[in-house]
């Protein structure tokens, strides 16, 4: 019932890698616990071209574990990063990297990382060069649970915690055993209301259609998950739990975002209830929406406690990958019947955010043979028709096509017999996908549905927060921000008349007002003056007469740019060798330099014609970082280097003495690609800092374009005035698709 919006960055890179041998404790538990087989033969990850390996160490790939599921295709032990499973949320922008196997590398960059309703640290990434590949990566009290969905590849890979041995696994999935398609769906029968909810629902049918408020606003719904016995066990921990939980709300709101439906699915509460499945979806379903039965009657209670608008019931069933809910019939909403049936094993999948579309009044493809969409509206005030079903596509004629998030994927289902890979989008004739739309505005247009209902959904229960209270949302605490970039604050209130006035804080001190008097609609967009910049900033929100307010929890970081340069106009860095200033030649067919600049006309290349071949360097005037912490660098880069050169980043205090960042070669990049490394160790409160660029001869021999740069940027957050509490610097981390 909060609203939120996610920006979203995307960028390109890189890197080549080697493994050396080395040994290890376990960061997930002890090494006694751990298997000591597995352990030994654990080998380092070297470090990629720029950020930080998720995976530190990794088995050879002869693992015999295939996961809860049995669905892996191939696994092998890792170690993970400590700043994947330390709980703290990562940078927005930030970039991950991780080396699942041999021949698979992972590359994306952060677009959302927080804590949940239940202390989950949730990471969603989008995958580079990817449209809606991603990583989603949930990380409770040191296991952390990833799955890492790439459409275009048919491929599905995931990140798991074994707790007979104590480590984690990559695994490869199966996508055959992922599969869901299967009836799941029911429609409400009015022989199972009582006579009270038959009267509720037929006055909610004859009720006046209310004006629908603004679709550009993101609307928050409240869903509560509730667990069985047997579903616990699959887990096999609480903590394990929450990941999976949380997996499947950050996936589904993922594909509230890629579909612009304006409607985010805020996890309220999570609980285990004494149930164990009986075997029977239908009848699991049945028993969690009736209220007086016997089974799971405390659920009800919960769901009026929380204020939640959604309910799903986790189920530990191994038989089939499914889930089951009700569909909704009627524009005028159905609180009541707003209940689905998930089992675990596909909990952290499209699953859920399919199960709850159903509720939502989303049904399957027109043209599937079976349990085809869509749906049959007993109240249409909206005329959506056959709009409301889902759609599939096939890029490649008599080719594997796609299929949106409610239409089944299985050949079985369509008269062509053609299989597909589902993709995390609503149908939608506006938005499209390998350059097909993923919808059609007469039949299958499921995300206009959730456009225009999603008031109606948030509308099911009021989140109970006490009486003349104000509670802050978001920023709470562990955010990061980046002076000028526009962000939304969010709260909620109970009896606060009248509008609001939202103030930043720095140390606890009025910083700023942010709005003297807005609405109290618990959302506003706020963009960040571009002179913020600190580690200690909080917001707080009151009544305008001051009598009700609240602060974040904790504080949130906000950071500035020391350094920006575009390379429109030279910098004036020095320069060595073949290094050169201008507009790039323009023809990189032959040695695959830069045809043109990433922005503007002018770059810094080794040889802007392309034919080069000696040792230089490209030195950077000097920075001046006295006044921040947290130092980053970050540049546009092109590379096109043999095995005869290395490609060198490297930084100094005195432009005499040098650390190297990275050295990578035999790397050919092909297009721009975004850089960026934590430099803060050799940065913080120095006022004399330098970088260079260095295309370096090892064995030499003949040579591609070599190196391009181009719109250089340094940011920080500018040092406190008074003593600040102690933070770990975060580095930016990786994950690039390799698939060879």
């Known amino acids: 019932m909060r609203k939120i919006k996610v920006l979203i960055i995307m960028r390109r890179a890189f890197f080549m890698m080697c493994i050396t041998p080395l040994f290890f404790n376990v960061g997930s538990g002890s090494a006694e616990a751990a298997d000591q087989t597995l352990l030994s033969q654990m080998q380092t990850i070297s470090p990629p071209l720029t950020g930080v390996s998720v995976v530190q160490a990794a088995s050879p790939e002869k693992s015999s574990w295939k996961g809860r599921m049995q669905a892996g295709l191939r696994s092998r032990a890792i170690l993970l990063n400590s700043q994947i499973n ?78 007979a041995d104590d480590l984690h696994y990559a695994l490869e999935l199966d996508p055959q055993q992922l599969q869901v398609d299967e009836e799941d769906v029911v429609q409400p029968d009015p022989d199972l209301l009582t006579n009270g909810e038959e009267s509720i629902y037929q006055m909610m049918n004859n009720l006046p259609v209310e004006e629908n408020e603004s679709t550009d606003a993101t609307t928050m719904v409240d869903v509560m998950v509730v667990y069985s016995n047997d579903a616990l066990t699959y887990a096999g921990s609480v903590d394990e739990m929450n990941n999976i939980i949380a997996l499947g709300m950050a996936i589904a709101n993922d594909v509230h975002e890629n579909s612009k439906t304006g409607l985010f699915l805020h996890l309220v509460h999570s609980e285990q209830i004494n149930y164990t499945g009986s075997g029977s979806r239908e009848t699991d379903l049945d028993r969690l929406y009736a209220t007086n039965d016997g089974s799971m009657d405390e659920v009800h209670m919960l769901r009026d406690t929380y204020g939640a608008d959604f309910v799903s019931l986790m189920l530990g069933d191994y038989s089939s990958n499914g889930g089951l809910s009700y569909l909704l019939t009627s524009s005028a909403g159905r609180a009541s019947w707003a209940f689905s049936v998930i089992n675990a094993p596909v909990f952290d999948s499209y699953t859920p955010v399919h199960e709850i579309g159903h509720n939502m009044g989303l049904s399957h493809a027109k043209d599937q043979n079976n349990y085809a969409g869509p749906t049959s509206w007993s109240r249409d005030d909206y005329n959506f028709g056959d709009s409301s079903a889902g759609w599939h596509w096939h890029p490649v004629a ?203 006309t002018n770059i810094y290349d080794t040889d802007l014609d392309y034919v080069m071949g000696t040792t230089g360097y490209l030195t950077s005037t000097v920075f001046d970082c006295s006044e921040y912490e947290d130092v980053q660098l970050s540049f546009m880069g092109w590379f096109s280097v043999t095995s005869g050169y290395a490609a060198k980043v490297e930084v100094s205090n005195d432009n005499v003495t040098w650390t190297t960042l990275s050295s990578v070669s035999d790397i050919w990049t092909s297009n721009w690609k975004r850089y960026t490394f934590d430099i803060s160790s050799y940065a913080d409160e120095q006022a004399t800092v330098y970088v260079r660029w260095g295309h370096v001869s090892t064995s030499g021999g003949s040579n591609y374009s070599g190196m391009s740069v181009d719109d250089v940027n340094i940011i920080g957050v500018k040092k406190a005035t008074s003593v600040a509490p102690s933070t770990v610097s975060i580095a930016p981390v990786l994950f690039m698709l390799l698939l060879k």
Do not use: C
């Open 86 to 163: 330390n709980g703290k949320p990562l940078n927005q922008g930030t970039d991950l990297v991780t080396h699942l196997f041999d021949d698979i590398n992972i590359e994306s960059k952060v677009v959302r990382s927080t804590r949940n309703t239940n202390g989950v640290t949730v990471t969603t990434a989008k995958i580079i060069g990817s449209q809606w590949g991603r990583v989603f990566i949930a990380s409770s009290n040191g296991q952390v649970r990833a799955k890492i969905l790439a459409p275009e590849q048919g491929k599905i890979f995931s990140i798991e915690y074994n707790k």
């Open 398 to 600: 008599g080719e594997k096509g796609y299929s949106s998030i409610m239409a089944y994927t299985g050949g079985n289902y369509y008269s062509d017999g053609l299989s597909h890979t589902r993709v995390g989008l609503f149908s939608d004739p506006a938005i499209s996908y390998e350059g097909h739309p993923s919808g059609h505005i007469d039949d299958g247009y499921n995300a206009l549905v959730l456009r225009t209902l999603k008031n109606v959904y948030a509308g099911y229960r009021d989140r109970p927060i006490n009486a003349n209270s104000i509670v802050v949302d978001l920023p709470n605490g562990g955010e990061s921000f980046s002076a000028g970039s526009t962000q939304y604050i969010q709260w909620d209130s109970n009896g606060v008349s009248g509008n609001v006035k939202i103030e930043l804080l720095n140390n606890g001190a009025l910083d700023q007002v942010i709005a003297a008097n807005t609405l109290n609609d618990r959302v506003y967009s706020w963009t960040l003056p571009a002179g913020l910049s600190g580690k200690n900033y909080t917001v707080r929100i009151s009544s305008l007469d001051g009598s009700i307010t609240d602060t974040s929890d904790a504080v949130f970081f906000i950071k500035s740019v020391i350094y920006e340069h575009s390379m429109d106009t030279d910098p004036g860095y020095s320069t060595s060798g073949d290094w050169e200033f201008g507009a790039p030649y323009g023809d990189n067919a032959t040695y695959g330099g830069a045809a043109s600049a990433y922005t503007g």
